[in-house]
């Protein structure tokens, strides 16, 4: 069978993106950034690649071989995603201090 994309019976993780085209098929649909176990209060938007906030963190930590250098690419991602209009700077500063906590 032909599993099409956006078909929703391809959606193990419901976030509305078929698997097949999900960049993330078991997304971290929480309602909130959390960032080394601090809630940092912010939505964690969830953008049309089927990717959240919080999944793009974590691919972040996987990557990263410091604390330093995660809180580098966080601070990175923030800035992006204050450019893009998705965080406010207050949200922006709560999940880089998050970031930055050990």
Not at 70 to 77: C, P, R
Request: charged residues 25%; glycine residues 6%.
């Amino acid at each position: 069978m032909r599993i099409w994309p956006n078909d929703p019976d391809n959606d193990a993780d419901n976030d509305g993106v078929s698997g097949d085209v999900d960049c993330e098929p078991h997304s971290d649909l929480s309602p909130t950034v959390v960032v080394n176990g601090t809630d940092t209060g912010v939505t964690n938007h969830l953008f049309d690649d089927g990717c959240t906030i919080n999944d793009l963190i974590a691919q972040i930590a996987a990557s990263s071989s410091s604390p330093k250098k995660f809180h580098t690419k966080v601070k990175a991602l923030t800035r992006s995603l204050k450019k893009d209009g998705i965080l406010s700077r207050a949200e922006q500063g709560a999940i880089d201090a998050a970031a930055k906590a050990p």
